[in-house]
Every structure is written in C-alpha cells, then in structure tokens.
C-alpha cells in the first residue's frame, strides 16, 4: 500500500501478511508510518495504491465499520474510552456491536475476567491509570470478537507489572487463533510476544523476520534500535 500526503509518502509500497495464531509486530521510530498503515487496514484512510485482504476477501472500498463486521478491530494510541461511562459500560458499548447481542453481558464478564479488571467493573473510566484504560481500550476491541486485532502502542503507560501480564494475555489471544498486530515501542514487550517482526522506516519496510535476527539487522541497528 501507498499513501501520500501532499507530497510526501507516509508508506511507500508496503507489504505484509499477518497470520492466524501469531504475533506479528511492526516497530519503526517516530513517523514511519506505523498508524497510517492501521489507518489503511482498519479503512480509516483510503490507500493512493494497495489493497487491504482479510481473511481471503478484498476490504479495500470497505468502510471501517463494515471491516469490524469481517472480524478487524483496533486500539488507538491516543485513548479513546466513554470517559464516564463505567468500565463494564465501556465494554458493553463494544459487545452489543459484536455478533451476538443476546450474549453481550456474558460475553463482557467473561473479558473482566480475562483482563483483571473485575474490581474496576463499576469504575468511571475518568478515575483509572492509564494501564488500566489502556486495558479497557484493548477489551472494547475484544468485545467484538476479532479475528484481527491491530493494537496501536497499548502498553504505552502500563508499569513493568501491568506490561507483564499483558504480555501473557497477548500470548494466549494468539494461542485462541486471532491475529494479532502490535505497534509498540516498549521491546521487552516486542521481543517477548512477537513470532514475526516487521520494521518501518520512512514509509518503507526496511526489515522483516524473527525477532533475534531482525534485532541485530544493521539497517534495523542503524535507524531504529541503535540506541536500544
Ligand atoms: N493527517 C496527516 N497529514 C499529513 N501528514 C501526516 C498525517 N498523518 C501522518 N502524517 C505524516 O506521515 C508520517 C507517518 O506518520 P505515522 O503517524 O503513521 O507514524 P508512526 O510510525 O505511527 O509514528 P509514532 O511512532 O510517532 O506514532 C509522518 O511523517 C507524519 O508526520
């Protein structure tokens, strides 16, 4: 896919595949172009070149709530929750979108659960961390059942404990057989979870491949991780 601003190209041909049942994570510094590729997934940005396949069909002209309806869902870097509307509310709002309404409080105990956030249930948004909105953020994505989850930075803010467990709750999504695509900065995060690795640098892919390898990619060391 390909996508211009003005005259500047956000993403630049770029390609990936994201399987079934694995991690797939995307790093690159600041404005490589990271979250205008989810943009273009999740059908928030219309590509200049490119298509977008989801599970074997063309989503392309798809607008993005027709995607949610094929099985994508998504979290955003900056958080987007119903400030005060309750946690189980926030949850609810998703779930009652998602393929069965009849089950959508059963269905948003059983992400409480999942997530930790049982004692948070009657919580205002407004009042929690902001590892625990990020965690509400990724179960409103849950609440639709996806078979693709693109999370943008959700461990942004979480401290070392929260980001451990997230980690795990990541791992087992995958293990469930979803899709799961992560942007992320924090790389304890990155290289723990992730099967395959993708790396973005001025629109372009610049590396892809198993995490150890792509860490110790030069042209990965020279633009990105360098410092790291
Ligand atoms: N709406 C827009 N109009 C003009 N330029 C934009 C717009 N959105 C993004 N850009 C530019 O496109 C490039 C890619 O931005 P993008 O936000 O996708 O990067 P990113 O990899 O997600 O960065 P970060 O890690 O900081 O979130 C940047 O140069 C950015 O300034």
New binding site residues.
């Given amino acids: 896919m390909t996508?211009s601003?003005?005259g500047?190209r956000?993403?630049d041909g770029v390609g990936l595949t994201a399987e079934p049942g694995r991690v797939t994570g995307l790093i690159?510094?600041?404005?490589?172009?990271?979250?205008?590729?989810?943009?273009v997934v999740s059908g928030l940005r219309r590509p200049s070149a490119g298509r977008v396949v989801l599970d074997g069909k063309d989503v392309t002209r798809m607008g993005p709530a027709r995607r949610s309806r094929h099985g994508l869902a998504r979290t955003f870097?900056r958080l987007e929750l119903f400030g005060r509307l309750t946690v189980r509310d926030n949850l609810l709002v998703a779930a009652e979108l998602g393929p069965d309404r009849r089950v959508a409080g059963r269905a948003v105990t059983g992400i409480l659960e999942r997530l930790g956030l049982r004692e948070m249930a009657d919580t205002p948004a407004d009042d929690l961390s902001t590892g625990a909105s990020r965690l509400v953020e990724v179960g409103r994505a849950l609440a639709v059942r996806p078979k693709l989850l693109l999370l943008?930075?959700p461990a942004a803010g979480q401290d070392g404990e929260e980001t451990e467990r997230f980690a795990a709750l990541l791992r087992s999504l995958a293990d469930d057989g979803t899709t799961v695509v992560l942007?992320e900065?924090d790389m304890r995060l990155v290289m723990s979870v992730c099967d395959h690795l993708h790396v973005?640098d001025l629109?372009k892919i610049i590396a892809s491949g198993a995490p150890e390898a792509v860490r110790q990619d030069e042209k990965v060391l020279a633009a990105y991780l360098g410092d790291a």
């Fill in positions: 996508v601003f003005g500047h956000a993403l690159g510094p600041n404005g490589a172009g990271k979250s205008t590729l989810f943009d870097q943008d930075e942007v900065h973005l629109g």
